[in-house]
């Protein structure tokens, strides 16, 4: 395969191509109340041919059948040709790289069987039942995927990478009359069946959550300080700011450039935000990104000011700033875009006892079932909530939707926790059309002032 | 071996689908041609019952069939009890799905639809940042199984995407609407106007004081309201207990104006067919009439677990995922009042036209609470501004009791949903105390 990926490189008409070829094997057992809803695998297996010709743009070729790379480089060449950049596209300078990553698992999840796969997730799900009487309906995943890329390009990048990834998950719809309320948990790894035994635990906790937002109120709309763990304020810097640090979204739009200049305040001194894909085993770790680049710690905001952004090579010889390693793709189907790897807020100072301590009517939100972000706007649903009475946390409320201005709420957090955390969730993040991508969010607990909770 | 024999000798019951799908996408960005790829997809799925269980696998690797074979077969080992059969040949309404026209269409004109939609945006709004995808596919399938079914279709759909931001200052607007469609339309400009109508209308900002004052939702903006109920329609969610809805077939849930199809057989939209993901013929589904619940969607599996027939609403959503009952095309059918008319009634009211964060929380029940992206105040009859964060919340199963009214007047949006304005009396409108 090397061979033949050479000589298509080298016999290419473009000014820049790159070829890769994933190889995929998945596994995937899911239970649904005493259903088994699926327990097999699949194989995908396909390639991907990106041109570049400068002055018109790039051109795009994806296939399942690997036995003519020659006419697929054409294909894409003839793409390229179609298109019209108004300047020509530049790459930043990027070392070819020629290296092997393989993967480090302690037991391969390709080894264990499926009743053994099966096995495991049937144990969460009966957990998820067995809870009350009130749990109607469960959910109870277990999933692995192992694939081995290969990246070349036609500068003389050679990289070849395993990346081996597992996941369990529990879900909980509980009911009462008519009112139904659902929970979720999830763990994620990189490093082996092992890791996913024994999470008992995370099944209960979906289960138990869900029955206890049965008895909760939903909360009241107004205005409220509000704390938020780990899990809800990784998932906000993610959605509500990582994106923004995206250089797609800003490199040629003035306005938005202008929304995202490097030394503009983006909170206070105590905000410290990065994304790093070169941390081992976590989620969104990628050691080299779809264009060949390697992974690295890039600081988003320091001290409160934004320093940094993400980089695909052509973002990032447009703005004249560095390839960052973020240009990802979720499979060979699609060209990189840039993409997010393991973002977090920095770890801070304060203790959680003394960041609740002084509040007299607040909220501390947890979890996140999801949030959209509209540029600045963004909207969160909070997992699970309690109301913070007098400094203490006081009984569960529903239905906590955090909206507001990303700069206005950045500026309002003025307590940032010392007990940081990487989230070990599956799931994953979607831009454009590819999803679901693995990423990392970590984060300790942080508090908000003045945020607007919407509700009945 | 041909797999179909293979799979005769191993199991009781098989089904194979091959797909092939060859797509043409050509991507602006930004108001500039970026980006034009050619997919080719090639791969087959398989399920089988062996000794009464359900097996799936799913490949694009042609060169190891057998290995999925062997994948089917082992899923089947450790699967649950299938209760129910493979579809059963039968005959289908013919629709129109496939078209030269659309089939045909050359990269460069494809390329020229993209400058075409840009001309009529940007003259209006130079400052609009404009990302267009037009995607032009050719996708041959074909099902067969032990039971004689051997249906093959091709398909020719084309989808354009539209989204349009415009930022000014810390002031961001962002549109997004999509064709979709497998006939050629002469009118593909259509849903283009609308957004660079909604433009012009934003210009003009205004205020409006939170509260309780009616609630006009645009066909845009009523997906809000259908996406609930797409949820609790689900045979799926019927089956399991969790949709508020299961067990009141029959009974009137919901104001008599309110009538929602699912039709799958309309010559030419997206998710039209003459067969459904696993060989069952598509139909026109009407779900609820005049406010009364008639039934909901299944496919094979949902249906005979709940002892109905499959509505031919089995959906895969690609390859590598077994079939699920899902909605076709949504209709929400148009009412009996001009819009002019539902307008001239309102003296101070909210025109929604979309909402941010659709679909998250826990909608199943029936709640929304969302942002609204885009959004008009009304006063005396006439929309006179656009309004900023402000936000609605509310449960369309008690929204949807009581509609003030459902309008003459309706359209497709976002390829698959057709939908009216739709008037609520009097909805909670919560605005940024300040």
């Known amino acids: 395969m090397q061979d033949r990926i050479r000589e298509a490189l080298k016999r290419s008409r473009a000014d820049y191509t790159e070829i890769r070829i994933e190889e995929k094997e998945t596994t995937r057992v899911v239970f649904r109340g005493r259903e088994l809803e699926t327990a097999g695998a699949n194989i995908d297996k396909g390639g991907i041919v990106r041109c570049l010709i400068r002055d018109k743009g790039w051109g795009v070729a994806t296939f399942n059948n690997l036995d003519d790379l020659l006419t697929k480089v054409d294909q894409a060449y003839q793409c390229a040709l179609v298109a019209s950049v108004p300047e020509p596209v530049e790459l930043a300078e990027v070392e070819p790289v020629r290296q092997v990553v393989t993967a480090q698992m302690e037991r391969d999840f390709r080894d264990v069987s499926l009743a053994e796969k099966k096995a495991l997730a049937e144990r969460y799900n009966e957990i998820v039942l067995s809870y009350s009487d009130k749990i109607i309906d469960s959910q109870a995943a277990y999933a692995d995927s192992f694939s081995r890329v290969i990246f070349a390009n036609s500068e003389g990048a050679y990289i070849e990478q395993e990346k081996p990834a597992v996941v369990v998950g529990a879900f909980a719809i509980a009911r009462d009359g008519d009112n139904v309320q659902q929970a979720h948990e999830s763990f994620a790894t990189t490093q082996g069946f092992e890791y996913v035994l024994e999470k008992d635990e995370l099944a209960r906790k979906a289960a138990q959550k869900a029955v206890e937002l049965l008895t909760a109120r939903p909360v009241k709309a107004g205005v409220y300080p509000v704390v938020i763990d780990q899990m809800l304020a990784g998932v906000f810097i993610h959605e509500a700011f990582g994106h923004l640090s995206e250089a797609d979204f800003v490199y040629e739009n003035p306005k938005a450039r202008e929304m995202m200049t490097l030394g503009r305040r983006f909170g206070k001194g105590l905000l410290n935000v990065f994304d790093d894909g070169s941390i081992p085993n976590l989620r969104g770790t990628t050691l080299y990104d779809d264009e060949g680049t390697p992974a690295r710690r890039n600081w988003l905001i320091r001290d409160g000011v934004l320093v940094g952004r993400l980089h695909s090579r052509q973002t990032a010889a447009r703005m004249g700033e560095r390839a960052s390693g973020n240009a990802r793709a979720i499979n060979y189907r699609f060209a990189p875009i840039v993409r997010m790897t393991n973002t977090a807020i920095d770890n801070g100072t304060t203790p959680f006892e003394e960041m609740i301590k002084d509040i007299e009517l607040g909220i501390y939100a947890c979890d996140a079932y999801g949030g959209q972000t509209q540029l600045e706007n963004f909207s969160f649903s909070s997992g699970y909530a309690y109301m913070i009475r007098k400094g203490q946390i006081a009984e569960m409320v529903k239905d906590v939707i955090l909206s507001g201005n990303l700069f206005t709420t950045l500026d309002n957090i003025d307590a940032i926790g010392n007990d940081f955390q990487w989230l070990n969730t599956g799931g994953g993040c979607g831009k454009g059309n590819q999803y679901p991508l693995p990423v990392g969010m970590g984060a300790p607990h942080i508090r908000i002032q003045n945020v607007v909770i919407g509700g009945e | ?434």
């Open chain 2, 1 to 434: 071996m041909d797999i179909l024999t293979h799979l005769q000798s191993q199991a009781e019951q098989f089904e194979l689908l091959d797909l092939q799908n060859e797509k043409t996408t050509v991507e602006y960005e930004a108001n500039q041609l970026k980006t034009c790829t050619v997919a080719e997809t090639k791969g087959a799925a398989v399920r089988v019952i062996r000794k009464g269980k359900l097996g799936f696998s799913a490949s694009t690797d042609s060169a190891a069939l057998d290995k999925l074979v062997a994948n089917a077969l082992e899923s089947a080992a450790y699967g649950d009890p299938a209760p129910f059969s493979f579809a059963h040949p039968r005959p289908a309404p013919i629709v129109r799905t496939f078209d030269r026209a659309v089939a045909d269409l050359p990269i460069a004109r494809l390329v020229e639809i993209g400058k075409e939609i840009l001309d009529l945006i940007l003259p209006v709004e130079p400052n609009a940042r404009c990302n267009v995808s037009l995607e032009r596919s050719l996708v041959s399938a074909s099902i067969r199984n032990q039971k004689g079914l051997d249906v093959a279709f091709r398909t020719s759909p084309l989808s354009i995407g539209v989204e349009i931001d415009r930022i000014e200052g810390d002031d961001v607007l962002i549109l997004y609407d999509q064709l979709g469609t497998t006939t050629w339309q002469d009118n593909y400009l259509d849903f283009v106007r609308r957004l660079v109508q909604k433009l012009e209308r934003a210009r003009t900002i205004t205020s409006l004081k939170p509260g309780k004052m009616p609630v006009l939702f645009a066909p845009t903006g009523a997906l809000a309201l259908a996406l609930p109920l797409t949820q609790g329609l689900n045979g799926k969610e019927v089956y399991k207990g969790t949709s508020p809805m299961r067990g009141k077939v029959g009974e009137k849930l919901f104001d008599e104006k309110i009538t929602v199809v699912d039709d799958g057989t309309i010559d030419g939209k997206f998710a039209s067919a003459s067969y459904d993901d696993e060989g069952v013929p598509r139909r026109r589904n009407v779900l609820i009439e005049r406010g009364v619940l008639k039934g909901f969607v299944y496919d094979l599996k949902t249906a005979a677990q709940s002892g109905v027939e499959s509505t031919g609403n089995a959906s895969r959503g690609g390859l590598f995922y077994p079939p699920e009952p899902s909605f076709t095309n949504l209709i929400l059918q148009p009412g009996e009042t001009p819009l002019e008319a539902m307008l001239a009634g309102i003296d101070e009211g909210l025109l929604v036209e979309d909402l941010l964060g659709l679909g998250q929380g826990n909608i199943l029940s029936g709640a929304f609470s969302n942002p609204l992206a885009l959004a008009f105040k009304i006063e005396k009859g006439e929309i006179v501004g656009r309004v900023k964060d402000l936000s609605i919340a509310g449960n369309i199963y008690d929204l949807l009791k009581n509609v003030a009214a459902v309008s003459q007047e309706a359209q497709w949006v976002y390829s698959t949903f057709y939908a009216p304005y739709v008037l609520i009396e009097e909805m909670m409108v919560a605005g940024k105390s300040q």
